[in-house]
């Protein structure tokens, strides 16, 4: 069974910083595209940042550039954004995904998805 397990979120300060985690388990992700996406209540999903499978390409919505920053693990089957300078806009439910060509992983247009986990940020 395919698995993505996010985890770090958590409550922070405005200015403040977390670094989620994205586990990929149940197949070889090696050869995968991964990002993250987020949603908050009452709005649509959004693109945040993704990464392509070599760790050579990534893409950052223009609210989160400069401030986050996604990379991938030595062990190609893990995913990290590290996010700097909060706002309490960033608070949302953070979902880790993955999909076979960064373009599609983009468009979210992805294959598999984790269940979220959530960021909070207080003024």
């Known amino acids: 069974q395919v698995q993505l397990v996010e985890s770090g979120g958590g409550l922070v300060q405005a200015g403040g910083s977390l670094r989620l985690s994205c586990a990929a388990s149940?197949?070889?992700?090696?050869?995968?595209?991964m990002g993250w996406f987020r949603q908050s209540p009452g709005k649509e999903r959004e693109f945040v940042t993704a990464i392509s499978w070599r760790g050579d390409t990534s893409y950052y919505a223009d609210s989160v550039k400069g401030r986050f920053t996604i990379s991938r693990g030595k062990v190609k089957n893990s995913a990290y954004l590290q996010m700097n300078s909060l706002r309490p806009e960033d608070t949302a439910v953070y979902s880790c995904a993955a999909a076979g060509r960064l373009e599609l992983l983009v468009q979210g247009e992805s294959a598999y998805w984790g269940q979220g986990t959530q960021v909070t940020v207080s003024s």
């Open positions: 149940g197949r070889t992700f090696s050869n995968y595209a």
